[in-house]
């Protein structure tokens, strides 16, 4: 096995991120509002949330597409609100690894793997494409041998993903950045990809950041993230779902659990031997707490 010559996972941190767009008829949009989020090398973190919640501009600050109106975004130990256009540009094209939506349609139609692997590492600068493992070697690591020789024309579409995939990783990026990797897929091509996401974290320790609609994706993923409203909402890990508490003391509850603590409701908080118990309160004042 030769030696990895892929970066090994990369950290992102977000300190109380706040995005605003102004639209062209002159409107500010908050997209995020104080978002705090640690991911550490090598995690694999699934973002959920209904449309609109920011899910896509998060990955946008991450890939250092775009630069936060405020608060910090760290990718790598750099602040991207810091750093140069140019130190920038080579986040974009040796750090991050970005597969977007349709990023199929991208590709050289009459092109095979290999060729495409080759286009898409162009914008690498030629010192680390020397390192990088050649392409037959990559896609036979992959386990994608048997496509590196068919033209892109002809294959399916969850062939073409995942030549997508592996066109994007080949650059030797730290942070994989997946916006709706499966949502075109049938079930065995869905199940085939997120094989390969987990196979390159595996492999190569790359840290993975996937956006997604489908639930059973985020289960397949040892880290889910619920964003709402801009904010982190709650989050799941190893199946298990966690309240958040954010900077200011807000406690953001499951989504499961949400429609049993309506706005407003009073909790009391009451201390156990191993814990912190919430306890739903009908009357204030009375000592029987109800239960949600
Ligand atoms: N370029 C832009 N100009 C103005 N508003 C924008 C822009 N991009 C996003 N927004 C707004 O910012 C908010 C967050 O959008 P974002 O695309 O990040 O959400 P999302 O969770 O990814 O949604 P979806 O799941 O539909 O892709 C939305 O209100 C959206 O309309």
């Known amino acids: 096995m030769p030696a990895v010559p892929q970066r090994t996972g990369v950290a992102v941190r977000c300190v109380n991120v706040v995005q605003i767009y102004t639209t062209a008829g002159g409107h500010d949009v908050v ?33 250092g ?3 936060p109106s405020a608060g910090k975004v760290i990718v790598d130990g750099q602040d991207i609100s810091r750093i140069s256009e140019a130190e920038l540009g080579r986040l974009r094209s040796g750090t991050v690894a970005s597969l977007l939506q349709g990023a199929a349609r991208n590709l050289l139609p009459y092109a095979g793997a290999v060729e495409n692997i080759e286009f898409a590492r ?3 600068p030629t010192a680390v494409r020397r390192r ?8 036979e690591r992959l386990g994608l041998r048997d496509l590196a020789d068919r033209p892109l024309v002809g294959m399916s579409g969850g062939e073409k993903q995942r030549i997508a995939f592996a066109a994007a990783i080949s650059s030797g990026a ?4 997946a916006d709706e990797p499966t949502s075109q897929l049938a079930h065995d091509d869905r199940d085939a990809m997120l094989e390969l996401i987990h196979l390159v974290n595996r492999e190569f320790g790359t840290t993975v950041v996937l956006v997604t609609h489908d639930p059973e994706v985020a289960q397949q993923m040892p880290r889910s993230i619920t964003i709402r409203n801009g904010r982190i909402g709650s989050e799941g890990r ?21 429609g049993r603590f309506p706005a407003g409701m009073l909790v009391r908080f009451e201390p156990t031997d191993d814990g912190v118990l919430l306890v739903p309160v009908d009357e204030p004042g009375s000592d029987d707490g109800g239960h949600a």
């Open 122 to 124: 162009r914008a690498v």
């Open 132 to 139: 990088l493992l050649p392409a037959t070697e990559l896609l």
């Open 238 to 258: 190893h199946g298990f779902d966690f309240g958040v508490v954010d900077e200011d003391g807000t406690v953001h509850i499951p989504d499961d659990l949400a």
């Open 174 to 177: 730290g942070l994989l950045l």
């Open 65 to 67: 597409v775009l630069r």
């Open 31 to 63: 997209a995020l509002r104080g978002v705090n989020l640690d991911i550490r090398p090598g995690e694999q973190v699934a973002l959920l949330g209904p449309s609109g919640s920011g899910k896509s501009t998060l990955l946008s600050l991450f890939g």
